[in-house]
């Protein structure tokens, strides 16, 4: 098969992990590649590989129909307008109706567990852009990523620090999995020659208690680590206090708030069935980053 593929925030983390494995994993021929961000010259590396290079600008819908064109799959990965509310999901409503326009056969797009009922502050803008997609009439791949294990490195290394983990998720558990690791299945995914609508939930093979993650940090950094339960304004004033924007602050409390109700403890093994392989464990990713986290 030598469809075309393109990936939208390609100069992001999570785009540059996803065309990494597309070139070195699974060996996709670089000129099948179409990487497309805001600003191309930051793929000048990947230029030089002989993937194509594109500018997309989501803040520019009309732009969007030429951007995707000749483009047989298109991975739309979820945008970071969070601080501004329906900003992220007007963005990715234009990209699917652009997608249209251009003749795009299959979208797949990077959405999050259950976003259904959840508490999570911008669950509804990956909700909605699931429906547009459905909508749409255009084949789709719903990749649903579990919270990253990488999103613990924000805070850890302060918390390793002073020695306390404020949470307000009490005795809920989430199945997380690496940022890397969903770039593999996402990868996987665009590489394949599958073209059935299909929703997957990538999450890793276990679910964790906060405490859980602080005694395995604890035991690989060798520093004392108390977890420290505290209720959402407690937590949203701690956050306040640190200094992050309001709708940061926002975000963490209804992400806790969505652990302590049990909407993020969701195990399957849709990452095993798109790699064949075993998702990184909570050790692992740990001593990876032990340096990171010692700060």
Not at 48 to 77: H, S
Not at 216 to 239: H, W, Y
Request: hydrophobic share 45%; net charge negative.
């Amino acid at each position: 098969m030598s469809s075309t593929l393109l990936v939208t925030g390609a100069a992001g983390q999570l785009g540059q992990r996803i065309i990494h494995h597309l070139l070195e994993t699974y060996k996709v021929a670089p000129g099948r590649i179409i990487a497309a961000t805001r600003s191309p010259e930051k793929l000048a590396d990947l230029a030089a590989k002989g993937v194509v290079t594109r500018k997309a600008d989501f803040d520019d819908a009309a732009t969007l129909p030429a951007a995707f064109a000749g483009v047989d799959l298109l991975l739309i990965i979820s945008t970071d307008a969070l601080a501004v509310p329906g900003l992220r999901l007007k963005q990715q409503t234009a990209a699917v109706e652009a997608a249209k326009k251009a003749g795009v056969k299959h979208i797949l797009y990077t959405s999050m567990p259950a976003p259904e009922g959840s508490l999570v502050s911008f669950a509804p803008d990956h909700l909605g852009t699931e429906n547009a997609i459905k909508a749409s009439g255009i084949g789709y791949t719903i990749l649903r990523d579990a919270w990253y294990f990488d999103n613990y490195l924000l805070g850890l290394p302060h918390s390793l620090e002073v020695g306390k983990w404020y949470t307000a998720t009490g005795n809920g558990r989430v199945s997380n999995i690496s940022r890397n690791d969903c770039a593999l299945a996402i990868a996987a995914a665009l590489a394949s020659d599958e073209t059935e609508n299909a929703t997957y939930t990538l999450t890793g093979s276990t679910a964790f208690t906060i405490e859980d993650v602080a005694s395995v940090v604890s035991k690989i950094t060798g520093r004392p680590l108390e977890v420290v339960q505290v209720n959402d304004e407690q937590f949203a004033a701690g956050l306040t206090g640190a200094g992050l924007p309001k709708f940061v602050v926002d975000m963490l409390v209804s992400a806790d708030a969505n652990t302590r109700a049990g909407k993020f403890d969701i195990l399957t093994n849709d990452f095993n069935k798109l790699t064949g392989k075993e998702p990184q464990t909570l050790r692992s990713f740990v001593e990876e980053h032990k340096a990171a986290l010692a700060g």
